[in-house]
């Protein structure tokens, strides 16, 4: 499919060439003064002329030869090199870097697992409004981002061709032509703040200090870059987002350029300012527990990211404030760590990529050895059963070595990219996720699968009366309740979570909410499971459902009889998803549902942006009429079959209903254990 998308623009989108492009963008230093006077005076006014260095570059500034001026600063920077290495640039797509360099020379580009080649306007110019070719904002984002640009600097310096740095030379020149700064003032299109902060900081600035050994990087791309790094930084300034990790990109950007090019006037003013705002942010903004406010560990990598450059850049300036940011990003770190599968893997929560949580700390962790800073050591592997939790982010982490890892969401839904995924639970099994997290697909807003990935629908969730959304705080520290009594033997120890959620009422008078009370408790013991306790409140009838979300990777069988799901695929960690009968309450049904389109999406993964694939849902559904009792067994298989049966019934114990669960294993080696679950409110 790709190459057709790529043979279509081929065939219909003049070529980019170097020719198509010279017209718009001064040839010469001196055509460049002549047409531009005001933007290179303006940069030279910009400039310390008096520190050591670039005294001859103000000598001739100041007697009205421009073009000398602009030489004589070029000679100053390629012999004055940056610290290179405290600035940071975009690694390539997960793509050949090689196949998306040579793309790239010729206006094809990859963003987000999606190539086009850009339309060349009538001026010679690239279309820098173009969308790509699902007509989506965000493929017209990472191209004003100039997110092609790292492959460029990474294919010139693994090989040295300046191809790529002419082509790098290009591009950057005709954004600029192409980009007057707005006359009104606003941030617009790409001067939107957000992408001002990511070109600076993602592609051009690390690019600017790389290719200045470079012949093809021409002095008229050179002086017009610099002139617009700092133009826009200036703009950026006090237009910045008021808050979340767009603004700690903002703030980023700006120390970036201070740090980068120490001969700006401005730049111990820009630094000061940045680290003033990005401390107010993070203390309006972290948790203690070290969790960022959006509860997505997808921008909880973005901010420590951010948190760690930014410190990097004050530790290399000699900045007093390097060892505070430093502190903040060892805390934003130990949230990253906390979530972590046992393969390194993170949560797909709250518009999440599938991203080696691990992969992310290491190189930062490498950051810190290059600059001579310790780096907190991680939590080591366990070898007993363990609980993490982030209390504040209402994250709980339940599991067993070897075995299997429980990820529960109690929390709040978090700020800026929240999901209706209150009291979901994700499930990893030996090697392999089994129970999953949809992920986010899309950001159009008007859209079916949007509201499929967001929605409670992509979560392993109880669905309300076809998917009530729930009455949930976005914001503030919801408590991790763990310290109910689990009446069982002492021979099997346990580990337990619990939270609950409301949903609203239906009609045009809205009943009395239902409640969603969920309860987990892990149990080590032979086999080992997790017990999965769902009571719903209600003093009316309705209807539930109830999907359990497996990974595409997972070949999902169901007993019609029995209603256990079960994974079925040697070689790797398996899952029995069995409902257990409570009294005579069961699930009325249950069925398998794969790549459903209509009437609503269901039964899809996505793994990053762009990206969705068919996955198997076993989708258990009961009409229930007043307050209701669902119990699951989660029995992770990892080698033989385990054949399990399990039945609950209700108790009182001083006064207080409990549930009774007795779980029987008849195979290899018979096991009985019963053991009583409180139920209400922990």
């Not at 306790?533 to 979300?549: F, T």
Request: glycine letters at 6%; aromatic letters at 10%; hydrophobic letters at 40%.
């Amino acid at each position: 499919m790709r190459g057709w998308v790529i043979f279509v623009y081929l065939l219909f989108v003049p070529h980019f060439s170097c020719a198509a492009l010279l017209p718009p963008v001064p040839r010469t230093l001196e055509e460049l003064c002549q047409r531009e006077p005001e933007m290179v005076e303006r940069l030279f006014r910009s400039l310390d002329l008096d520190r050591p260095g670039l005294d001859k570059v103000g000598e001739a500034f100041r007697a009205n030869h421009l073009p000398e001026a602009c030489r004589r600063l070029i000679v100053y920077y390629k012999s004055h090199p940056q610290y290179v290495s405290a600035l940071s640039i975009e690694n390539p797509s997960s793509r050949s870097a090689e196949v998306e360099g040579n793309e790239a020379l010729r206006g094809i580009f990859t963003f987000q697992e999606v190539t086009a080649a850009v339309p060349v306007l009538p001026s010679g110019c690239l279309d820098w409004g173009f969308r790509g070719p699902k007509d989506d904002f965000e493929w017209w984002g990472m191209l004003q981002r100039n997110a092609f640009i790292p492959v460029l600097i990474a294919r010139w310096e693994k090989t040295k061709d300046e191809r790529y740095a002419a082509a790098f030379s290009r591009y950057v020149t005709d954004w600029i032509v192409s980009n007057p700064e707005p006359d009104d003032g606003l941030a617009a299109d790409g001067w939107e703040t957000m992408l001002i902060a990511r070109r600076l900081t993602d592609a051009w600035i690390s690019a600017f200090f790389i290719l200045q050994p470079s012949r093809d990087f021409t002095d008229v791309a050179r002086i017009m870059m610099l002139a617009s790094a700092v133009r826009q930084t200036e703009f950026l300034m006090p237009r910045l987002t008021e808050e979340g990790n767009h603004l700690n990109a903002e703030l980023l950007a700006i120390a970036t350029t201070a740090a980068a090019w120490p001969e700006l006037r401005r730049s111990r003013e820009w630094l000061d300012f940045a680290v003033a705002k990005q401390r107010e942010e993070l203390e309006a903004r972290v948790y203690p527990d070290g969790s960022q406010e959006e509860l997505s560990n997808h921008y909880q990598i973005v901010v420590a990211n951010h948190t760690e450059r930014l410190a990097n850049l004050l530790h290399y300036a000699k900045h007093p404030a390097a060892d505070e940011m430093y502190k903040w990003a060892d805390l934003l770190w130990s949230a990253v760590a906390a979530v972590a599968r046992p393969d390194g893997y993170g949560p797909l929560n709250n518009d999440g990529d599938l991203e080696n949580n691990f992969y992310q700390i290491n190189i930062a962790r490498e950051g810190r050895l290059c600059a001579k800073v310790p780096f907190p050591a991680l939590p080591a592997i366990p070898l007993t059963p363990y609980r993490r939790e982030l209390p504040w982010a209402g994250e709980v982490i339940l599991g067993v070595p070897k075995v299997g890892q429980i990820f529960f969401n109690v929390g709040p839904l978090g700020s800026a990219h929240q999901h209706y995924d209150g009291l979901h639970l994700s499930l990893f099994v030996q090697d392999r996720e089994v129970l999953v997290d949809c992920g986010r697909y899309t950001y159009k807003v008007i859209d079916s699968w949007r509201k499929y990935f967001t929605g409670p629908w992509g979560h392993n969730v109880i669905i309300v009366d076809g998917g009530l959304p729930p009455l949930e705080p976005l914001v503030g520290m919801r408590e991790v309740k763990s310290d109910f009594q689990v009446q069982t033997s002492a021979a099997v120890k346990t580990e337990q979570a619990w939270g609950e959620v409301s949903f609203r009422g239906t009609g045009f008078l809205p009943s009395r909410p239902v409640t969603h009370r969920r309860s987990i408790v892990q149990l080590d013991s032979q086999p080992v499971c997790w017990v999965v306790l769902d009571e719903i409140e209600s003093a009316g009838s309705h209807r539930i459902e109830i999907p359990w979300h497996f990974h595409p990777s997972c070949h999902v069988q169901i007993n019609p009889v029995t209603q256990v799901a079960e994974t079925v695929d040697p070689g790797h960690g398996n899952l029995q998803l069995v409902p257990v009968p409570v009294g005579n309450s069961m699930p009325d049904s249950v069925r398998l549902v794969k790549g459903q389109r209509w009437p609503f999406p269901l039964g899809w993964y996505s793994p990053e942006y762009n990206v969705k694939q068919a996955s198997p849902v076993a989708l258990y559904e009961k009409e229930i009429s007043g307050s209701t009792i669902l119990v699951w067994l989660l029995v992770p298989v990892c080698g033989e079959v385990p054949q399990i049966s399990a039945c609950a019934t209700l108790r009182e114990i001083s006064s207080r209903p409990y549930l009774n669960l007795k779980i029987k294993k008849i195979s290899s080696g018979n096991f009985e254990e019963s053991f009583s679950l409180p139920l209400g409110e922990k």
